[in-house]
């Protein structure tokens, strides 16, 4: 079993799981692109998994759906018409077509009932908008805390685990990590390898767990030095006592919001 990378929209990486014969995708915001990875590959489209409901995520289901009716998991806990499957934390999804199992996460923060896919077998999360390679997604309906929960049950998968994040905005989050830990010498050395990527136009997805632990300043949030800095820039009070987690992560994501 293997992933391909969909590429669609602007920066949208959409995920196409497959044995040679039979497919599920992950997120598929646009049908075209993975209608026509299906047809030039040969595959047949068994299954639709949905993280969250923002139309670049969803948008394409009903044209895929015209094609073939496939079962449509998804969040319970979101108003996306198209599911047939909805799905809650600890959830088990078994894809018998391809022989996969899925665990189900809830990883609330970006919107309410955002959920990811764990394949513990093969090591693979695909986690939406919530983690992304160098960051994380913005918190458009939930709060620093359950963001902060959420990233907490992925950054406990295992180190090796492979990340399949929905965007393309590496660089942009890296060049926000190094504002916040110039020094950190893991960040610099990701940075060459991912602009090198870029610059023969390859993607810098999947990640892994272990490295967006290193480098990724939205689970690096506890660090001294990212409270330091934080606090240098006015983002957080100066003072000697204990800062809350939730504060310093959201004056990170406020911060992120508004870097150029």
Not at 73 to 93: C, F, K, N, R, S
Not at 97 to 107: R, W
Request: aromatic letters at 8%.
């Amino acid at each position: 079993m293997s992933i391909l990378t969909v590429p669609a929209f602007d920066d949208n990486y959409l995920w196409l799981i497959h044995d040679g014969v039979n497919a599920a995708v992950v997120d598929p915001g646009d049908a075209a692109p993975v209608l026509a990875a299906l047809e030039a590959h040969g595959l047949t489209l068994a299954a639709i998994l949905l993280t969250h409901h923002h139309a670049d995520h969803v948008g394409g289901v009903p044209t895929l759906l015209q094609h073939g009716q496939v079962p449509v998991y998804g969040p319970a806990g979101e108003a996306i018409p198209t599911i047939t499957q909805p799905l809650w934390e600890d959830d088990l999804v078994h894809l018998a077509a391809l022989g996969l199992d899925l665990k189900v996460i809830d990883v609330p923060g970006h919107t309410k009932g955002h959920i990811a896919y764990y394949a513990a077998r093969q090591g693979w999360l695909f986690c939406g908008d919530t983690l992304f390679a160098g960051g994380c997604g913005r918190l458009f309906e939930g709060t620093p805390q359950q963001m902060v929960a959420s990233l907490g049950k992925l950054t406990a998968l295992p180190a090796d685990t492979k990340v399949y994040c929905a965007h393309e905005y590496t660089l942009s989050n890296l060049r926000f990590a190094r504002e916040i830990e110039p020094g950190n010498a893991a960040l610099a050395a990701r940075i060459d390898v991912e602009q090198a990527k870029r610059a023969r136009n390859e993607p810098t997805v999947p990640t892994t767990i272990a490295l967006e632990i290193a480098t990724n300043p939205f689970l690096r949030y506890k660090e001294s030095a990212v409270i330091a800095r934080l606090q240098q820039a006015g983002r957080l009070p100066a003072s000697g006592k204990l800062v809350d987690p939730a504060e310093t992560f959201g004056a990170l994501r406020e911060w992120k919001n508004t870097y150029k």
